[in-house]
């Protein structure tokens, strides 16, 4: 691919602290413009693809966002911001940016993360939507005109060509099909877009390629998002399609949400040349997101009545004549295969579900008879839940430094117990690989063979000087609670995903609050999306007497509402690309 990097310079024209570094020590610029009266809040823009966030500051100068702190970043790969020019690893990753960057305005202006609202625009309106899926932010609210959920790629079975291509010579850069006049009917913006040097014409077909996928999977599980929404449709936009903003909308879960069809107006809705109407009527659901008592659903009765609820219900009762002949065919193929993986004959042994099949994909050794049982083996390892659960250990992992590294600056002393530990491989071998060193670690699990078989995986790892592995219930809250040593850092992963009574969760963490001291840490898993809910509920058996396997999901904002509710706040979060499984770290605040 043609790499464009750009220095970190100063902007000639801004202040050179305008600067965020992000996780992998990409720095992207952005603008900021104080507030001309006392401040509101502040308001985050997000540029559409190949621009920047200058392209922007018309509508501060149009007097838009009067009363509120405005910043603008460039994404990275864009504008003034380091990176390849319209390329990232995946589109995970300017989520993931857009996390840090909201988090350093919170951070460094003192402004609370309630009081911020996100105005975005095409791609950016992709990557707003979805870091409100994924993180579940208590923003104010989010404007987003144009989102790109689909983009119009002109060209029949353009996608699958692009795709068959990503495949074959891996990564690769697009040129935009995009022009000034497909975008505005503004002829002095759309001769700016022409003349503009900090334009980047092109998108890595990775991004592209990722951008569709992430979009599908945030517009289908659009009823996850209840921050207050207003969507802004451009009635003759050739670049996106209209009827995935519909759905989208029609989807969301928000008890405040706002819909307006511009019939005119073209793809650049927020730098038309007929644009007052849609100033108008971003100011006013800005200043009602502003103004009203924020009233997200209460969500930890969500396993009792909402829409996860109802998919597990269906999911739970018989499928219909046609459909269960089919899903009897595949449970026999499964069968089949079982007789030559070694990780299916676990499956249906001890449970898909269970801390043994858990440590089987962590170890993720291709296992079978023969070359065939082998390549079986290797494609049940790679499906989409173990190559999420995978990364969900390297997640956790990472999460856990920065746990021990707090704890030390904080001069707190690092206990950890993991209340529902499986075999504790993820762990113990995290652990022995580190030069950070708990003080004591506590492992728990209610099963007597994954107890054994963690206890001598403490013994190989060399760690019975610190290590001690027991038998203990992850749901019963007063037995936590008088877990000794108190634990400074407690864990507990892939267990609550399992669960869907919302009461369970919350006597568990109820347990962990009183464990836990003031200041000290909790990480915690969820799984808020997969794409093979209803083949693992038809397909495969659960630990628990060999029943089918069926899980509620938990959206992000329910998970967090709950370790909210127990006495904890989120202070990190980490999400695989495919958005399947979350690990996040809280602090445990004061009663």
């Not at 024209?13 to 720095?27: I, K, L, R």
């Not at 951070?107 to 911020?116: F, K, L, R």
């Not at 060209?155 to 291509?165: E, M």
């Not at 440590?359 to 296992?367: G, I, L, S």
Request: hydrophobic share 40%; aromatic share 8%.
């Amino acid at each position: 691919m043609n790499a464009h990097t750009t220095e970190i310079a100063p902007h000639p024209s801004h202040p050179p602290e305008n600067w965020v570094q992000c996780h992998d020590g990409t720095h992207l610029f952005y603008r900021r413009w104080k507030a001309d009266r006392p401040q509101t809040g502040a308001v985050v823009l997000l540029h559409r693809g190949h621009e920047h966030g200058g392209r922007m500051e018309h509508l501060i100068d149009e007097g838009l966002f009067a009363g509120f702190d405005v910043y603008a970043w460039d994404a990275r790969g864009h504008g003034w911001s380091d990176g390849e020019r319209g390329a990232a690893p995946h589109v995970g990753e300017l989520v993931r940016d857009l996390d840090a960057f909201v988090r350093h305005i919170s951070d460094h202006n003192g402004i609370p993360v309630q009081d911020i609202a996100i105005v975005a625009q095409s791609v950016g309106a992709v990557i707003a939507a979805t870091w409100v899926h994924d993180y579940a932010p208590p923003i104010r609210g989010m404007v987003l005109a144009a989102p790109a959920f689909e983009v119009n790629l002109q060209v029949p079975l353009a996608r699958t060509v692009l795709d068959l291509w990503l495949k074959v010579r891996g990564d690769y850069t697009v040129q935009s099909y995009v022009q000034p006049s497909m975008l505005t009917q503004d002829a002095d913006r759309a001769k700016s877009y022409a003349t503009d040097p900090l334009i980047t014409p092109t998108i890595s077909a990775n991004v592209l390629m990722d951008l569709h996928e992430t979009a599908k999977r945030v517009v289908a599980d659009a009823p996850a998002i209840t921050v207050p929404t207003q969507i802004l449709i451009a009635g003759s936009d050739s670049v996106v399609k209209k009827p995935p903003q519909d759905r989208f909308f029609n989807k969301l879960g928000a008890n405040f949400k706002d819909r307006h069809v511009y019939p005119d107006l073209r793809h650049d809705i927020l730098g038309e040349r007929d644009r007052g109407q849609v100033m108008t009527d971003i100011k006013r659901f800005l200043t009602q997101c502003f103004n009203r008592t924020i009233d997200a659903p209460a969500l930890q009765n969500a396993d009792r009545r909402g829409y996860t609820k109802a998919e597990a219900d269906r999911l739970a009762a018989p499928a219909g004549p046609l459909q269960s002949v089919v899903w009897a065919a595949m449970r026999g193929i499964i069968r089949l295969g079982g007789k030559l993986s070694e990780g299916i004959r676990l499956g249906h042994e001890a449970g898909f579900d269970s801390g043994s099949m858990l440590d089987y994909v962590y170890r993720n050794k291709a296992t079978g008879a023969g070359p065939i049982g082998r390549w079986i083996d290797r494609i049940y390892l790679n499906s989409p839940g173990w190559r999420g659960i995978r990364q969900r250990r390297r997640n956790i992992e990472e999460l856990t430094a920065i746990a021990l590294r707090r704890l030390a600056a904080q001069g707190q002393p690092a206990r950890m117990t993991d209340i529902a530990a499986g075999h504790g491989r993820y762990l113990l071998e995290a652990i022995a690989a580190s030069d950070q060193r708990p003080e004591s670690i506590l492992l728990r699990d209610y099963c007597e063979r994954n107890v054994a078989h963690g206890q001598e995986l403490i013994k190989k790892l060399d760690l019975a000087g610190i290590a001690r592995f027991e038998q203990g219930n992850a749901f019963d809250g007063d037995s936590i609670a008088a877990v000794d040593p108190r634990p400074t850092l407690a864990i507990v992963s892939g267990l609550y995903e399992l669960f869907s009574d919302n009461g369970l969760i919350s006597g568990s963490l109820d347990g962990l609050a009183r464990a836990v001291p003031e200041g000290g840490l909790l990480i915690y898993t969820g799984q808020p999306w997969h794409p093979q809910l209803e083949m693992i509920a038809r397909t495969l058996t659960s630990h628990r007497d060999g029943q089918p396997w069926v899980m509620r999901r938990r959206t992000q904002a329910e998970m967090d509402a709950l370790v909210a509710q127990a006495g904890f706040r989120k202070i990190e979060q980490r999400i695989d690309r495919w958005g399947i499984f979350t690990v996040s770290l809280a602090v445990r605040v004061a009663d």
